[in-house]
Each structure stands twice: as C-alpha cells, then as structure tokens.
C-alpha cells in the first residue's frame, strides 16, 4: 500500500516537474482571476453589495431551516457541473484554436472563486467568512482546482505539441494521451463533488447555526 502511495505520488510530482513551465501559466492565470473577482466585489456599489449580502443570508437561512439535505439531488448536481466542466475544457483543449478559451476559462474560475470568497468576507465578516468558504469551498476545491488545471495543462501541452509537429499520426497520439489524462482529471472531479457534498455540506449544516 505504502509502496503504490509512493508511486502515484513520484508519479504527480514527475507530471508536474516536466510541465512546469506550462503549471506556471495555467496557475497565474487562475490567480489573475481570483484578484479580479476580489477586485470586482470591493468595487460594487452599495445597492449591488446589499443584494449580494441579502441573497448570502438568505442561503444561510434556508440551511438553518431545512432539516435534511437531499443528498443526491446535490451530488447529481454537482457531479454534472463537473462533468460540462471538464468536457469543455477537454474540447476546447483538442484544438488549437480552442487554447484561448481554456485560458480564458482558467481566468473565469479563478474570478469565481476569489468573488465568492470576497463576498462572504465582505457579508460575514473575517471570522465568519473564512469558516464559510473554508467549509464550503475549499474543501472540494483541494480536488477540484488541480484537476481543472491539470486538465487545462495537457490540453496546453497538445497545443505546443501539435505545433512542433502537424504530422496526422502524432496529432492522433496527442489527442489519446489529452483524452486519458483529462478522464483521470475527471475521477479527482467527481472526487471532488463527493467531499462537497457528503464532507463539506454537512459540516456547514452542524455550523450553520453559529452563522
């Protein structure tokens, strides 16, 4: 078991090291996105932030008064948002046309999560917000961000590859290696939708009323 634990983890850290240059890429665009989406929250005006606020404590008031969570319906749900996620990128990193858009993407997610935790910082306070977005976003973001990046890196690396050389076979060999490794991507995805919804959602509905 150690022996196998060591593997995966010489593996990982092999997969990395030889594309480093293209995790550096993907990785600042992503934080280049958490800064405009903190960005965004701290420059909304009054009205706009006292709607944002009010739908917060709104959610945090639903979860205060529901007794059980329907479980499936929030993993079928989540398991889904995934999989358009990680289909997307995948797609769009099989063309070479397509690698702005996975840029882009990064950039989107980043934005995302730095606006969520902005918002939560902003409408609960530092204590509160950073227990709520550590409960309820980091948590599966330990999976998910890696995946996504990693997903967004092979198609990066097909990209250059494909450049170097155009030739129909390597293309093809390209195309298989992206599609495994994106699949694999994907496993640590729904991972991630399984710590959200089983780990993360009921340890915010045992705190949720201190909230």
């Keep these: 078991m150690k022996e196998k634990g060591l593997k995966i983890k010489e593996t990982i850290k092999g997969h990395i090291l030889n594309n480093k240059k293209e995790y550096i890429i993907v990785t600042l665009l992503f934080i280049i996105g958490i800064f405009l989406g903190v960005f965004f929250v701290n420059n909304l005006g009054d009205g706009q932030k006292t709607e944002v606020q009010e739908y917060l404590n709104n959610f945090v008031e639903k979860m205060k008064q529901t007794e059980s969570l329907d479980t499936l319906s929030l993993l079928k749900t989540s398991m889904t948002q995934n999989i358009i996620l990680a289909v997307i990128i995948w797609f769009f990193g099989t063309t070479v046309i397509g690698i702005p ?38 948590l599966p973001s330990m999976f998910l961000i890696p ?18 050389d155009n030739r129909k076979e390597n293309i093809k060999l390209e195309i298989v290696r992206h599609t495994v490794f994106s699949l694999v991507m994907l496993v640590v ?22 909230f």
Aim: net charge positive.
């Design 101 to 138: 858009v996975v840029f882009g993407l990064m950039i989107y997610r980043g934005f995302c999560f730095g606006y969520t935790i902005s918002v939560c910082v902003t409408s609960m306070g530092m204590s509160k917000g950073l227990i709520f977005v550590l409960i309820n976003l980091l």
């Design 147 to 164: 995946a996504i990046l990693g997903i967004a890196v092979s198609g990066f690396k097909l990209y250059k590859s494909i450049v170097k």
């Design 189 to 210: 995805m729904m991972v991630s939708s399984l710590v959200e919804v089983f780990i993360s959602t009921n340890i915010l509905k045992a705190v949720i009323k201190y």
